[in-house]
């Protein structure tokens, strides 16, 4: 069984960047044509993909981020990583790593085969 989990801080300051990462367990990130995901849910709203990082490595980004996001995989360590630049608190939210098959993005739940607990960040000085 595939297994996910978020790291990184809980809390970030304004202008910052935040930085997760996602450790895959039971099952490889360059398997094929498996997409590794971020999305976050801020406070009261509903799921907003972020982007994701496919089996080969290519990347796909949500434009309404406005190119504040990077995303990086360590296959050695089965792990990627999400970037989130010049952050401010609307960036708060609860932000998870999901795994789908054949397509990079969707903000629908039932829509991913692996899902993390989730990792609660707030940004605030």
């Known amino acids: 069984q595939v297994q996910l989990q978020e790291s990184g801080p809980g809390l970030v300051k304004p202008s910052q960047t935040l930085s997760l990462t996602c450790t895959v367990s039971?099952?490889?990130?360059?398997?094929?044509?498996?997409?590794w995901t971020w999305i976050r849910q801020p406070p009261g709203k509903g799921l907003e993909w972020m982007g994701a990082?496919?089996?080969?490595?290519?990347?796909y980004y949500n434009p309404s981020l406005n190119s504040r996001t990077s995303i990086s995989r360590d296959t050695s360590k089965n792990q990627f990583t999400l970037q989130l630049s010049s952050v401010t608190p609307e960036d708060t939210a609860v932000y998870y790593c999901a795994s789908r098959k054949y397509h990079p993005g969707s903000s629908k739940r039932d829509d991913y085969d692996y899902w993390g607990q989730g990792t609660q960040v707030t940004v605030s000085s």
């Open positions: 990082i496919g089996y080969s490595g290519s990347t």
């Open positions: 039971g099952g490889s990130i360059t398997t094929n044509d498996y997409y």
